[in-house]
């Protein structure tokens, strides 16, 4: 078991609007995030002395862009914008995802570096297509996928979700249901994107495909937009104004695929499976100790494979487990009770991080799902760079 097990808390949270194209600057959207979290909290600018964020843009061709402040915000940046940069002690710049930052935090709060930490993602679309390939060479293992058009996330995904319905024995009816069912989550959560904007199974099933059987509708959501959320040790949470979400345990991947394919269905479960069991043993609990579930949804498919990976239900079983309603709300293990990031928008697992928070501490609203102890994160698919958490209610 972890030895700082439930020693670290969620403490404020702060969400910007979520839109496609925000004419506002990336670094004013983020300090507004943060000044929301720091008002959740009770706190002020002056109590912040760390800051932590994955400060990269999410572009697997075209513009990446790099600019601090317009396509990126560095913590050096917002601690600058803040006016507290002489105040900070212990800055957090890590990739490949913000939960890597949120367990740098931690670790930096229990060993004493820093006192209150605000983590933050902030996220610009440039214009045009995230995952267009501009390059006139391929090089590496570019030069086996770029030519076939296999060089995008999507692409990636559609052969997982693709093998995985068939060794199921699933079709796009399955996909449909949960895709349908997480809209009805989000309808319920002030911060979504898709709030309001009701989804019907002919809807998802005649949305424009990308890579089959990948649509539209089952690719996360590019914003452009900010959250931010204050973390402290949990002896100090318990002071503030809003009731702590305690950090139980968290666990890494570091598992790497034999083939070299970016994605693919085994390399995904195995990874995942893993991750779990790391995660159960810092944990010191059994999954049947989770009410809840914020599993990561950049793909629907990856909600089907984390399921099984982290062992609710067996290989296969996922689809079945799905349409018989246990996903939703009252079911047996509400999934992604915000809408997660196909509804919510594409916030790189702080959709999450917040949306665990908020269930634990009973602050989820219309969608608060009754009972609500525990909550599982994951964020990715698995495979190395995937991270996940156990958050649980403070009792």
Not at 299 to 322: C, H, K, N, P, Q
Request: net charge negative; hydrophobic share 40%; charged share 20%.
């Amino acid at each position: 078991m972890w030895d700082f097990r439930d020693k670290v808390a969620i403490a404020g949270i702060g969400y910007t609007e979520l839109i496609r194209r925000n004419p506002r600057s990336l670094a004013d959207l983020t300090v507004e995030a943060t000044d929301l979290a720091l008002a959740d909290a009770g706190l002020s600018r002056s109590d912040i002395d760390g800051l932590a964020t994955t400060p990269t843009m999410p572009v697997y061709g075209g513009e990446k862009g790099n600019q601090d402040g317009v396509d990126v915000v560095t913590p050096g940046f917002l601690a600058q914008s803040l006016g507290i940069r002489d105040a900070i002690t212990w800055l957090g710049n890590t990739t490949p995802m913000v939960t890597h930052a949120a367990i740098d935090a931690i670790n930096a709060l229990v060993a004493g570096a820093c006192t209150h930490v605000v983590l933050y993602r902030a996220l610009h679309m440039p214009v045009g297509r995230y995952s267009n390939y501009t390059a006139t060479h391929a090089g590496g293992k570019d030069q086996f996928f770029a030519p076939y058009g296999f060089s995008m996330p999507a692409g990636w995904a559609a052969t997982v979700a693709r093998r995985y319905l068939d060794l199921a024995g699933a079709t796009r009816d399955s996909l449909a249901n949960f895709v349908v069912g997480n809209r009805e989550n989000a309808h319920r959560n002030p911060n979504a994107f898709f709030r309001g904007k009701t989804l019907t199974k002919e809807d998802y099933l005649s949305s424009r495909m990308i890579a089959d059987p990948i649509t539209m509708l089952d690719c996360d959501l590019p914003v452009d937009g900010a959250v931010a959320m204050v973390l402290t040790r949990t002896e100090r949470a318990r002071e503030l104004r809003k009731p702590p979400a305690l950090i139980t345990g968290y666990a890494t991947s570091n598992h790497v695929g034999a083939t070299g394919v970016p994605m693919a269905l085994d390399d995904i479960l195995d990874g995942a499976a893993r991750t779990g069991e790391r995660l159960w043993a810092a944990a010191g609990i059994d999954r049947s100790e989770i009410d809840v579930a914020q599993l990561y949804d950049g793909f629907s498919i990856f909600t089907y494979t984390w399921l099984e990976g982290l062992g609710f239900v067996d290989r296969g079983e996922a689809a079945g487990f799905i349409d018989d309603g246990n996903a939703r709300l009252t079911g047996s293990l509400p999934i992604n009770t915000g809408g997660g990031c196909l509804a919510e928008g594409r916030l790189h697992g702080m959709t999450q991080l917040t949306e665990a928070a908020y269930q634990v501490t009973d602050r989820a609203e219309g969608r608060q799902v009754h009972g609500a102890n525990r909550s599982v994160v994951t964020v990715s698919n698995g495979l190395a760079g995937s991270t996940a958490f156990v958050i649980s209610r403070d009792r």
